[in-house]
C-alpha cells in the first residue's frame, strides 16, 4: 500500500514504477507482474481506440496509473490547444491517473509538430509566460499539472537565470508540481559544465511528486539522454544525493532504445530501492 510522500498536495509515495510499453503488454498480460505503478506515455492513448485503450483498461484496473506527455508544448507561443486539453483531461479521469504532467519545453511553432522537446530560454519574459500559461491549464484540468526538467545541449545568451532557479520560481508562482529527471540534471551538468549537486540544493523539494531516472550515451565532450541501457553509476550516486535532500519520492524508470525484456526493466527499476532513505528518516531540506 502506498504512503504518503513529502509534497504539499499530500500525494501518495507510489514506490518504484516502470513506463509502460507496448513490447511489454503480452507479459504483462499473461502475468500481472508486481509492480507498484505504471507510467503511461499519454499520447499514445488519446485520439484513438482499439487495442491500446483495452490494453489499458485493463492495466489501470489493476495498478495505480501516472500520466506523462510529450506534447503540451506549455512554453510555446500557439495557443493552448483544447482539444488536446480535453483528450487529456478525459483520459486521466478514465484510467484513475494519480497525477499527470509534461516537460519544461516547447514542441512547435504555427501547427506544426517538432516531435521534440524543445528549450526554452531563461529569463523573466519566458517565465512570465510559462506562469500564466501553466495556471490556466491547472485551471482546466483541476489538479497541478507536474513538470519535468529537460536535458538541454546548448544554452540560450539570452539566459539571465539558472535552469533551477528558472525552475523553482516557475513552480512557485504557477503552484504546479515537479517531476524531478536526475539523468537529466546529470546530462545538463555535463554539456553545459554547472555542477549537479548546487542543482539539487534548489530544488523545492516539497513541490517534487516523482523522479524520473533513465540510461544515457556518453560521447566524452557530452552526453545525450538516450533512455537507453542500464542506469549509470554517476546518476544512481546523484539519486541518493537527491533522496537525501527531498526524502522518498516516488522513481520510474525510462528504458525507450533497444528495450529488453520486461524483467530486466524491472529489476533495473527496483536497484533505486538501496537508495532510499529510510521511512521518516529526516532530510537535508
Known sequence: MSTVASNRWNLPDLGIGVALRAQHYPHILARWPQVDWFEILSENYMATGGRPLWILD??????????HGVSLGIGGTDPLDW??????????ARTKAVWLGDHVCWTGVAGRNSHDLLPVPYDERTLRHLVERVRIVQDFLE??????????????????????????????????????????????????????REYLDQMPWSRVVQVHMAGHTDHGTHCIDTHMGH??????????EAMRRGGRKPTLL?????IPDFETVHEEALKALAYLPSEGAKVAS
Request: hydrophobic share 40%.
Open 58 to 67: 485493463q492495466i489501470a484496473e489493476r495498478y495505480r496509473i501516472v500520466m
Open 83 to 92: 482539444e488536446f486539453l480535453r483528450e487529456l483531461k478525459a483520459l486521466a
Open 143 to 196: 489538479r497541478p499539472l507536474v513538470l519535468e526538467n529537460p536535458s538541454t545541449y546548448l544554452a540560450f545568451s539570452r539566459s539571465t537565470l539558472t535552469e533551477q532557479e528558472f525552475i523553482r520560481r516557475l513552480a512557485d508562482d504557477s503552484d504546479c508540481a515537479l517531476l524531478l529527471d536526475i539523468n537529466n540534471v546529470y546530462v545538463s551538468s555535463r554539456n553545459h559544465g554547472f555542477d549537479p
Open 254 to 258: 525510462e528504458w525507450d532504445q533497444q
Open 231 to 240: 542506469v549509470r553509476q554517476e546518476v544512481w550516486d546523484l539519486y541518493a
